[in-house]
């Protein structure tokens, strides 16, 4: 993609400010539903528009613009608010090296490639299945496909392009012993819809026996999360603070944030790393232009760094992580996830679990939830374990507490390391909805807040 031409070129060599960026993106999105033997098709929707920004006596301006011929004029925009009265501001940058690169991930099949009647066929019969194999007609089968092409230039000289595309699916089944589902995504083509009748079997054969599961028991107690839930929390309880624009206004938070800083367990080391390509959340270039890699957030329990955009690295006396990232052209950039997830050890599962001796297996997330102090995360079902051996499966089960009491709370962690992404993302107030992955191993918690679930 080159919709910029050689007026933006210009316009990025000849700044109206202090630093001139200009991000220019085509979108392309389309879900398609089956439910109660009915099809709905949203899409294919389409559009594009760039987003500028200006930096100007330490004062960010910016403006976005509908089509890929307004750059001149948004950049015009956003100078002017630039120089907004007031005098000076404090907003600076670090200093970083321009890039010009491009990157593309390979897809088998593009989704142009693959007729919209193909897509609704086989999504309506992965729908047939799922109700022929639970005798329940109250199931669901979604395809989602996104496309996104994103070329960014700044006056520093960099001048990046990247190509995405992701494609998911969510199945679901609703009743007596529901809901059970299965929510995935990965950056790939239509292929990654195709030969997902053994996972429909596999969800058929869980909601037919959740039905006659016992209730969990509230209570305290010690529990062995699965390499999902681990990843989801890793992202809730610990990844949402580490986005250095997350909580602007908590100097306390902040301070726990330190680095060199004791917060978790010296079996948790986590990482952000961006270069997990198969995967979405990932990438090679972030909205700002900065190359992604791999971020160590802790190390044996101790702080390492924090994730940043161009305006908190230099906040902070660091320098960009490539995480800006923005969900569209009519959002600026902030410091978000990509993949994060717990470092691997060198344990079993049998290991974690005669360590336990007497506690719960959670398999499977249904969701996450942080308010930056507690969480709260629950699980589709859970194991009794009794002397390190597994017993009678149980009913949905959510454990919940205070952040850093649950990171040091963590006893084990296994060598299994596996990574997880779904249809939805990640969302923050004020900002769009983000591709995100996430994963780590099995994980061994100590007491912790245990409840039914819903």
Not at 43 to 61: K, M, Q, S
Not at 356 to 362: E, F, K
């Amino acid at each position: 993609m080159d919709p910029v031409g050689d007026n933006v070129r210009n316009l990025v060599r000849n700044p109206p400010g202090d630093f001139l960026e200009i991000r220019a993106e085509s979108i392309r999105s389309q879900t398609i539903t089956c439910a109660g033997g009915m099809l709905e098709d949203f899409g294919p929707f389409e559009r594009c528009g760039l987003h500028a920004r200006v930096l100007n006596g330490g004062i960010w301006g910016s403006a976005s613009a509908t089509g890929l011929d307004g750059a001149g004029e948004a950049s015009s925009r956003a100078a002017a608010l630039a120089r907004s009265p007031g005098g000076r501001g404090n907003v600076s940058i670090p200093a970083f090296a321009p890039v010009s690169d491009s990157f593309t991930f390979p897809c088998v099949e593009p989704f142009i490639t693959v007729p919209d009647r193909e897509k609704a066929f086989l999504c309506r019969r992965y729908w047939e299945l799922l109700s022929s194999g639970c005798g329940n007609p109250s199931c669901r089968a979604t395809y989602v496909e996104r496309s996104r092409s994103r070329q960014i230039l700044n006056s520093v000289g960099t001048e990046v392009s990247e190509e995405e595309s992701i494609c998911g699916f969510r199945f679901e089944i609703t009743g007596a012993g529901g809901p059970v589902f299965r929510d995935m995504a990965g950056r790939s083509g239509f292929e990654y819809f195709r030969g997902r009748e053994k996972l429909i079997e596999e969800i058929s054969s869980e909601y037919s026996g959740a039905s006659v599961l016992e209730p969990v028991q509230a209570g305290i107690g010690r529990v062995v999360l699965d390499p999902e839930l681990t990843g989801v929390f890793v992202h809730e309880v610990f990844g949402h603070l580490c986005e250095a624009d997350a909580h602007p206004f908590s100097p306390a938070l902040r301070g726990m944030l330190a680095e060199g800083r004791k917060i978790a367990s010296p079996f948790v080391s986590i990482v952000d790393d961006a270069t997990h390509y198969e995967l979405p959340g990932s990438c090679a270039f972030d909205d700002e232009g900065i190359p992604g890699g791999r971020k160590l957030l802790i190390s044996a329990g101790r702080m390492k760094g924090r994730l940043h955009s161009l305006e908190t690295a230099a906040a902070a006396g660091a320098g960009p992580t490539g995480n800006g990232r923005a969900g569209d052209f009519t959002h600026g950039p902030a410091a978000r996830m990509t993949c994060t997830y717990m470092m691997p050890g060198e344990n079993s599962l049998e290991d974690l679990l005669a360590l336990m001796s007497d506690g719960l297996l959670l398999q499977g997330a249904v969701s996450g939830s942080t308010n930056m102090d507690a969480f709260r995360l629950s699980a589709r079902r859970a194991w009794r374990i009794s002397s390190g051996r597994p017993g009678r499966m149980v009913g949905p089960c959510t454990i919940s507490g205070r952040i850093f009491d649950l990171m040091s709370s963590v006893e084990a962690v296994a060598g299994d390391l596996a990574l997880f992404s779904g249809t939805g993302g990640c969302g923050r107030p004020g900002q769009l909805t983000l591709p995100v992955s996430y994963g780590g191993p099995h994980m061994l918690l100590g007491a912790v807040r245990i409840g039914p679930g819903a």
